[in-house]
């Protein structure tokens, strides 16, 4: 069955201290697709990154970098030199098709303190 | 990406009452779909709307308590039925992108929902 962890519940750091952000999913298909979604406390889930299985190319967008590695089954996030914005509850989601549609499985979440 | 409006944002119900969450999307979609988030939770699927057929309901949600209507390619609305306490919670609508079921879900801002 799908499943994402995020067994970080919530991690406070220092403004400008790095930070990783675990995820490990489980799923039994060969093609699947990982997200991470950031959720301020405005509540609006703001999408951050796609990754499909076939691509374990690392990623990275300014302060933001994606560790994907299908050996381990995790898809990790790291924010470089955190800022107080980044404080928010992130989401890693697992899709996979089912039953003909893709379904989303969201992680618990881990929220994030960036603290000045 | 689509820009996806929810009304109302947030409003305060009381028990027994019965509240409709309209989510409109500036461009057509095939599939839209309404997640619940619980207080400090993760988002749970309630329901997948098509237009034109009768909404795909997860286990543990029903027709009765959240019936849906997707009139049009742009719109789609929830009602939480006979609330309860319980159904206090942030409701989102979201959409597939342009590449379809495969592509990244995008969500609206939520709404925001008390129930006394």
């Known amino acids: 069955a799908q499943k994402v962890t995020q067994a970080q519940t919530e991690i406070s750091v220092v403004e400008k201290e790095d930070v990783t952000l675990d995820c490990v999913y489980e799923t039994r298909d060969t093609t699947y697709y990982l997200f991470w979604y950031k959720q301020p406390p405005s509540g609006e889930l703001v999408f951050l990154i796609r990754?499909?299985?076939?691509?374990?190319q690392n990623e990275i967008s300014g302060r933001y970098s994606w560790n994907f590695q299908k050996s381990t089954s995790s898809f990790n996030f790291t924010i470089t030199a955190s800022q107080v914005v980044d404080s928010a509850v992130y989401f890693c989601?697992?899709?996979?098709?089912?039953?003909?549609?893709?379904?989303?499985?969201f992680g618990t979440g881990t929220r994030l303190k960036v603290l000045a | 990406s689509a820009v996806i409006s929810q009304k109302p944002s947030r409003d305060i119900c009381q028990r027994g009452t019965s509240l409709t969450i309209q989510c409109q999307v500036d461009?057509?979609?095939?599939?839209m779909f309404w997640y619940r988030q619980q207080p400090g939770q993760s988002l749970t699927l309630i329901a997948t709307?098509?237009?034109?057929?009768?909404?795909?309901?997860e286990s543990g949600f029903v027709i009765d308590k959240f019936p849906i209507s997707r009139p049009n390619l742009t719109f789609s609305t929830l009602t939480v039925s006979n609330m309860s306490p319980e159904d206090s919670s942030i409701y989102l609508c979201?959409?597939?992108?342009?590449?379809?079921?495969?592509?990244?879900?995008?969500f609206g801002p939520g709404t925001r929902l008390t129930v006394l």
């Open positions: 989601a697992l899709s996979e098709e089912t039953s003909g549609t893709y379904k989303y499985i």
């Open positions: 990754r499909n299985s076939f691509d374990e």
């Open positions: 461009s057509q979609v095939t599939m």
């Open positions: 979201s959409v597939d992108g342009l590449a379809g079921p495969t592509d990244t879900q995008y």
């Open positions: 709307a098509n237009q034109g057929s009768e909404a795909t309901y």
